[in-house]
Nanobody, 114 residues
Framework: QVQLVESGGGLVQAGGSLRLSCAASGSTFMFNRMGWYRQAPGKQRELVATITSDGNTNYADSVKGRFTISREKAKNTVYLQMNSLKPEDTAVYYC????????WGQGTQVTVSS
């Protein structure tokens, strides 16, 4: 059974940084794509960043230049380095991984205070 476990969320002041990690367990295959989504209170879940097995990345316009996604394929782990955080980045961040189907983590809270 595949499980995605996120870590690294927390409370940070505006302008600060956080690094999220997502480790996949229970899989014998490499995911085609891994990424991060977020959901703020009262809003729909939205894409933050994704990275393919070839290393191609995609970012939401709102985080370009501030967030960096990276991946350790051998460990089936994906990271999200978040710099210059803003209060509007406050959300629950979810890890997503895709092979023949999609998998989701349980989410980790990121709160940015002004």
């Amino acid at each position: 059974q595949v499980q995605l476990v996120e870590s690294g969320g927390g409370l940070v002041q505006a302008g600060g940084s956080l690094r999220l990690s997502c480790a996949a367990s229970g899989s014998t295959f490499m995911f085609n794509r891994m990424g991060w989504y977020r959901q703020a209170p009262g809003k729909q879940r939205e894409l933050v960043a994704t990275i393919t097995s070839d290393g191609n990345t995609n970012y939401a316009d709102s985080v370009k230049g501030r967030f960096t996604i990276s991946r350790e394929k051998a460990k089936n782990t994906v990271y999200l380095q978040m710099n210059s955080l803003k209060p509007e980045d406050t959300a629950v961040y979810y890890c997503n991984a895709i092979h023949t189907r999609g998998y989701w983590g349980q989410g980790t809270q990121v709160t940015v205070s002004s």
